[in-house]
C-alpha cells in the first residue's frame, strides 16, 4: 500500500483572510473612537488638579499675609509660599487682584498651549474671597468636587 498524502487546499490554509483582518481592524477603528476623545476628557479633568492646587496654596498664603498685616496681598509676588504667576505643573496662569482690604479674586486660566486649553468648560478657574470666606467657579465640576 502506497503512503501518499493528500491535502485539501482548504486544509492546508494556515492565518486570517483579508475580510477577517479587515473586520478586525473596523472593530478597533470604532473602539479607539470611542476610548480616545474619553480618555483625552479624563485626563484634562484630572489635570484640573493643578489649578485647584494652585489657587488652594494661593489663597493659605493670602490667609498668612492678611493675618500678619491686616489686609490681603496686592501682588502674587508679596505671598510667601504662592505659586508666582504660573501653577506647578505649568498649565495655567495665576492671577491676583485685590478689590479692598478684605476682598480679593484669583482666577488660573489655561494657557494655550496646555493640554488645558482644550477643556472648553473649565479654562478659567476663580475664587472670590471675602473676610476669609472663599467662593468657587465656575462650577463645583470645575473644581472635581
Do not use: I, K
Not at 489655561?110 to 476663580?126: E, I, K, M, N, R
Amino acid at each position: 500500500m502506497s503512503s501518499r498524502h493528500t491535502c485539501s487546499p482548504r486544509a492546508a490554509a494556515h492565518g486570517f483572510t483579508l475580510l477577517e483582518v479587515l473586520a478586525a481592524c473596523a472593530v478597533a477603528g470604532v473602539l479607539a473612537a470611542v476610548a480616545v476623545p474619553s480618555y483625552q476628557a479624563h485626563l484634562r479633568q484630572a489635570q484640573r488638579s493643578d489649578a485647584v492646587a494652585a489657587l488652594t496654596r494661593l489663597q493659605h498664603a493670602q490667609e498668612q499675609y492678611r493675618a500678619h498685616y491686616g489686609m490681603y496681598a496686592d501682588s502674587l509676588p508679596a505671598l510667601r509660599g504662592a505659586p508666582q504667576g504660573r501653577s506647578e505643573l505649568g498649565h495655567y496662569r495665576l492671577v491676583l487682584q485685590r478689590t479692598e482690604g478684605e476682598v480679593y479674586s484669583a482666577r488660573a486660566e489655561a494657557l494655550p498651549h496646555s493640554p488645558q486649553a482644550g477643556d472648553a468648560a473649565c479654562l478659567v478657574l476663580t475664587l472670590q474671597v471675602n473676610a476669609g470666606f472663599a467662593q468657587s467657579g465656575p462650577s463645583a465640576r470645575c473644581w472635581n468636587r
